[in-house]
């Protein structure tokens, strides 16, 4: 168990990411008042504070960074053991590839079997302690599958509102936690519509993606694990599939939050951050690209990723600002090549990843035949889950 000065949260402020207006962190917040943008978690950085005190290597969870998290109580901690998944090399895909270091963190093994467990354990935690009774979600799957999870282990009613071409696993597994599920036609704007109208009274907590304050500091731990699990270096290259692109933003900001405290050498090289998105649903790689102005009118399609089908994400601009200030890009994959990455990933490695992560790879065999990645840098996919849940979409394609 960690001592109470590992455990007491140095949250004090939240702030608007457009015009960095403050906000109370202690109260129930959603978007900021000013911007309807997402409201951004402050911790006191300025008092030191080293690794050896604020990390309780006892814990196996994402729970191991507590003061850097906002939650203030432990009696509202809501967890599975999320976090603290395993980082692996990937040396036969590597030797076929002629790179030198070639990694891959496999966030498939957190509760839920998604990376979303990270997220909707802060979310609901937070919200628990905020006095919050039920929560509600549009979802492409597996943020619906986590969010079900946790409401079912803190006693909170849930409702989930996801596609109906959702994959039957996703489905299933929400209605196993107890959760009321609506399922809509279209992609996940659709359900966030609908999302709306189920909750015009207010009564539940909306924890849509960057609506809520607190699922980006659940994601923003797998920043602070990386650096951990590689002796508080970074990769030159980092791969993330980037549908809402929580994940994205909240590595970014866990990387700023070691720079301000000192975890990371002075003139350490930042990784490279690369979004990689779906060719049938591409919204940052259009107005990356100058296209399109914005997200705001952009049409999408399905794809087999069913996370990366989100055409208007609420957090395109910051999204865009991680992409700047790392000297990244963005990058669309089809469904085929997003296979073939799940194939040599499955085939040499032993590893059935998601789409997502499958995505990873095969944008990373683009970079590099294109000279954006060099063989010699150390690169990082960062695969977000497990294929299992995925068969729906995925069965009979396995040859292909």
Request: aromatic share 6%; with cysteine.
């Given at each position: ?14 702030h608007?990411a ?5 906000h109370?962190a ?34 196996n ?7 850097l ?30 790179l ?24 609901v935690s ?14 492409a799957?597996?943020?619906g ?14 409702v ?6 959702t994959?039957?696993?996703f ?8 959760a009321e ?27 849509s993606?960057?609506?809520e ?5 659940g ?5 602070y ?10 990769p030159?290259v ?8 929580t ?11 070691m ?9 350490a ?10 060719a ?5 790689v ?6 399109q ?11 087999i ?22 000297n ?6 089809t ?19 998601a789409?997502?992560g499958?995505a ?11 000279g ?7 690169i ?6 497990s ?5 729906d ?8």
């Amino acid at each position: 168990m960690t001592t109470l000065e590992t455990t007491q949260s140095r949250l004090y402020a939240l702030h608007c990411a457009a015009c960095h207006a403050p906000h109370n962190a202690f109260t129930l917040q959603c978007v900021s008042d000013c911007c309807a943008q997402p409201l951004l978690a402050r911790y006191d950085l300025a008092e030191p504070i080293s690794r050896t005190e604020a990390i309780n290597p006892a814990d196996n969870s994402m729970w191991r960074y507590r003061a850097l998290l906002p939650l203030l109580d432990d009696a509202n901690l809501v967890t599975l053991g999320e976090g603290w998944t395993p980082l692996l090399a990937l040396p036969r895909l590597a030797a076929r590839h002629g790179l030198r270091s070639l990694l891959l963190k496999d966030e498939g093994q957190n509760p839920t079997g998604s990376f979303k467990a990270r997220g909707l354990s802060m979310a609901v935690s937070r919200a628990k302690e905020l006095g919050v009774t039920g929560c509600i979600i549009p979802t492409a799957g597996n943020a619906g599958v986590a969010l079900a999870a946790y409401c079912a282990r803190a006693g909170m009613r849930c409702v989930v509102v996801m596609p109906r071409h959702t994959p039957t696993a996703f489905k299933e597994e929400c209605y196993w936690y107890g959760a009321e599920v609506h399922l809509v036609d279209g992609l996940i704007n659709d359900c966030a519509a609908r999302v709306r109208e189920l909750n015009s009274a207010g009564e539940l907590l909306d924890v849509s993606t960057l609506k809520e304050p607190y699922r980006l500091e659940g994601k923003k731990t797998m920043g602070y694990e990386l650096a951990e699990q590689l002796s508080w270096t970074l990769p030159d290259v980092l791969l993330y599939p980037a549908g809402g692109g929580t994940g994205l933003i909240g590595i970014w900001k866990a990387i700023r939050e070691m720079q301000a405290l000192g975890w990371l050498p002075r003139h350490a090289k930042l990784p490279r951050m690369v979004a990689v998105q779906a060719a049938n649903c591409c919204p940052l790689v259009e107005t990356r690209a100058g296209r399109q102005p914005n997200c705001h009118a952009y049409v999408g399609q399905p794809s087999i990723a069913n996370g990366l089908a989100v055409p208007r994400p609420l957090g395109e601009a910051l999204m865009l600002q991680v992409l700047d200030e790392s000297n990244g890009s963005a990058v669309a994959v089809t469904d085929e090549q997003m296979l073939a990455g799940m194939r040599e990933l499955s085939h040499l490695e032993g590893l059935f990843v998601a789409p997502e992560g499958g995505a990873l790879w095969s944008a990373a065999l683009h970079l590099l035949h294109t000279g954006q990645i060099r063989p010699d840098e150390q690169i990082l996919l960062l695969n977000t889950g497990s294929a299992q849940k995925y068969l729906d979409n995925v069965l009979g394609r396995a040859n292909g």
